[in-house]
Structure formats: C-alpha cells, structure tokens
C-alpha cells in the first residue's frame, strides 16, 4: 500500500528531536486519511457478496472471515462507525466494487498513526525509507544512504522503537579500528548501549560501544561450532580473537574446552561475565592478550591452559586473520584452522585465501596484487605459470595437497564486490 508523503509531517519531522514516545504533534500529524469502499450487504448475501469479491481488496469484514476468504490480505484493522442493524454486514474494501447487485460506496476514513505498520508509518515522510535495520538485544542498528533518510532520521528511530526494541542508533563511520567497534548516534530511545542478546540456547550481555557484535553471525557462529562438536579427535579450542563469546559459550555448554582470548579488555571482560551468566565455567577459560604472539604459546605450548592438545583454533578477525599465521612461520601446526577473511575476488577466493595463508605463513609481504600472486604461486607451490583466473578445479586441488583437507565457504556477502570467507 503505497502512502501519499504528507507534507507538514516532513516539516515537524525534521527538526523532531531525539524522542523515547511520540509527541502529541506528530501523532496528530500522523493520522492518515484514506479512502476505502464499503459494501453493505444482507446477512443472507454475505456469502455470496464475499466470493464474488477480489480477496486482495478486501480489507475488513464485520463479521468472522470466511473460509472462501481466508486467503485475503488484510491491509489495515481500524474502526469505523457504522450503523449496522442486526441483519445487515459490512465489507470494506480497497478499490471500488460492482458486480450483480453488489456496489461499493466511497468513504473516507481516517487511519490513526498506531494502526500503520513501521514502514507505513516511515511511507508518510520518505519517498524510500530504509529497507532494513539490524537488532542487538534491545538496540536497533541503522546504517542511513540517502540525504533524505538522514534528514529524517529521528523520525525513523521513533517508529523503530518497540516493546523490544528500547535504544535505536545510526551508524556514523564504517568500522575501521582493531576492536572493530563502531561509530554511531543516538536516533531514538534510552542511551544505554549495555545489552543481553539470547542466542540459540545461550545468553550473552555487551556493550554495543566497547564491543564487537554482529547478529548477523549467529548462522557462521552455529556452523562452526557444529563442525568442531562433530569432530571425534576433538581436543580443545583456542578462539583467538573471541570478542564476548559467541563460539566460546556455546562450545563450553557443550562441554567442549575453549579458550577465548581477545586483546579488548572490554570484551574480555563480557567473556568473563557470559561464562558466569550461562554457567559453563568448568569447560571455559578467558585471556586479554594479543593473539600474535599467543598463537605461538598455544601450538607450542597448550598444556599450560588445558590437559590435552589444541586441535581447533579460530580466527575471525577478517583483516587480519591470515596474518596471525605469520607468527607461525617454520612453526609445525596440526591443528584444524577456521579463518575468515575478506575477498573481492568471488570467482576465484579459494586460491585467493590458499595463497593469501601461504604467504603469511611463509612470511611473505602479502599485497594483493595478480601479478604479484602468480608469483607467489610459482614460488610457494613450484608449479608453472597461468592465469589463475583460468584455474579450474584439479590445479585449485594442487595448492589443496598442501592443506590435509582445504574448504572454503561464503560466510556472508558485505557488499556487491565483497565476501567474508571461512
Ligand atoms: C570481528 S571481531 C569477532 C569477535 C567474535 N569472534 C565474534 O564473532 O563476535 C574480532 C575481534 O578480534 C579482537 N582483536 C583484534 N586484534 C586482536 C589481537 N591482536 N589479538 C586478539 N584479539 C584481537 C577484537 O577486539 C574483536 O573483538
């Protein structure tokens, strides 16, 4: 259902400040004036008025739906008043109506602001408004493109807030420093950035503003630690960069050994706190350090944390992650590695990231350049030149020998040309 933009509401809209209810003016201003049909019918009729009906256009009915009808799409629930004696029923309906004796009749009804939907609400002020928002516990996450949205924005926090959703912020800065945490302003609701977020079958509390956190991980979080509970020589699990916990907790309720590290205090303390809250403190233990070096104490040396080998070790810090295995260089690791990096280069990621890891691990000054790389492929793996945009799938298994088993799968797209890959 497409919303006439109303003017004085953009007005009001623009200077609105930052709101935890709506303001009576905007209320006010909110109320949208539509135009429906109704078709007032006998009792006896009702039947038949309902199935010589579109049921797309079909609205409300007075009465409970019937079965011809129940696949029709309601559009809006409203009151109208309307003098209905015992006998008669009413139809409403979106576009006008004839067939038989059925005919429809204009009236203009006014919808109050609460019975619109979000984006219905959104639809009275912008020609786009956006498409989609992430959720973190009570904390809604916008990231605004257009000049429009911006303008409007604390209008678009206002209709964000919810029973669940209490805090709604705007993204200002792409992520940029090592902590991966990210810039952003208050839109609309309470400023409290500390929240609990339920996962699948688990709990975890942060700070939106000290901490990385992506829900929209929660698949990649659950895939892996599928894979590491399906895996029988299981020993335990170095999570080197583990933010507040999202595969440590999880891996720990399910009796798993893991050690969660991460060079942010901040998070490193949720890890603390989230090993308390889902009490799986007997399987779980946390350090604040940097993962550059201890990667080495690890593979060398895992005894000191649990009595039994290291077998699985994460790295989820995409810039980077390839790079930690820098510090394992001459190094002998058997451990099953899980690295998330970014790529551009969809068609061909998996000699992509085999390179990229072989070249860290070989201490090569990596940069990303085709040349560059086929070099490195001659050097790293002795093979002849080609044009690895041509490599079909026995020379990508070539470089695979190298690796005991080599999977790669798209962890997420993050943009048109960009990829985050395990
Ligand atoms: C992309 S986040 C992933 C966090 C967590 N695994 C998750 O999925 O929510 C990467 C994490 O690596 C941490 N980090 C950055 N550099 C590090 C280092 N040198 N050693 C250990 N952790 C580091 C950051 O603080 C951040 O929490």
């Not at 807030?161 to 800065?173: A, S």
């Not at 085709?370 to 093979?383: A, R």
């Not at 041509?390 to 048109?416: H, M, P, S």
Request: glycine residues 2%; charged residues 25%; contains cysteine.
């Amino acid at each position: 259902l497409d919303l006439p933009i109303n003017e004085k509401l953009v007005e009001i809209c623009k200077n609105l400040p930052i709101c935890t209810e709506w303001p009576q003016v905007v209320i006010e201003n909110c109320k949208h004036e539509a135009i429906f049909y109704v078709l007032k019918v006998n009792a006896v009729d009702t039947s038949k008025a309902l199935s010589a009906v579109d049921p797309s256009i079909l609205v409300k009915t007075q009465f409970p739906m019937m079965p011809n009808v129940l696949t029709a799409k309601i559009l809006h629930i409203f009151e109208i008043d309307f003098n209905l004696d015992e006998k008669e029923r009413l139809v409403v309906l979106s576009q006008p109506f004839q067939k038989d004796n059925f005919v429809s009749t204009q009236i203009n009804a006014v919808v109050p602001f609460q019975y619109l939907t979000r984006f219905q609400q959104q639809q009275l002020v912008l020609k786009n408004p956006p498409l989609q928002f992430e959720t973190c516990g009570h904390i809604a996450h916008y990231n605004l493109f257009t000049p429009e949205q911006f303008a409007l924005r604390n209008y678009i926090g206002m209709t964000t807030l919810d029973q669940n959703i209490k805090t709604v912020i705007l993204k200002t800065q792409p992520i940029s420093n090592q902590f991966r945490t990210f810039e952003f302003v208050l839109i609309a609701g309470v400023e409290k950035y500390e929240t609990t977020v339920q996962q699948n079958g688990f709990k975890l509390k942060l700070n939106l503003q000290t901490c990385y956190f992506n829900s929209r991980l929660q698949n990649e979080h659950e895939q892996v630690v599928e894979m590491i509970k399906n895996d029988p020589e299981r020993g335990f699990v170095f999570d080197a960069t583990a933010g507040v916990g999202p595969f440590g907790i999880p891996l720990a309720l399910s009796k798993i050994n893991v050690l969660m590290n991460d060079l942010n205090v901040e998070s490193y303390n949720y890890q603390l706190e989230n090993i308390k809250l889902n009490n799986c403190q007997k399987y779980a233990k946390c350090l604040n350090q940097d993962s550059f070096q201890l990667i080495k104490e690890v593979v060398q040396n895992p005894n000191q944390f649990f009595d039994m080998k290291c077998t699985h070790i994460i790295l989820n810090l995409p810039e980077l992650s390839v790079d930690f295995l820098s510090s394992l260089q001459n190094i002998k690791c058997d451990q099953r590695f899980f690295i998330e990096t970014f790529t551009r280069q969809k068609l061909h990621f998996v000699e992509d990231l085999l390179v990229r890891a072989t070249a860290a691990k070989k201490g090569w000054d990596f940069v990303f350049d085709e040349l560059k790389m086929e070099n490195q492929i001659v050097e790293g793996f002795g093979c002849d030149v080609f044009d690895i945009k041509d490599l079909d799938k026995d020379e990508i298994r070539k470089f695979q020998r190298f690796y005991k088993e080599f999977e790669v799968q798209i962890v997420r797209d993050v943009g048109t040309t960009k990829w985050m890959v395990r």
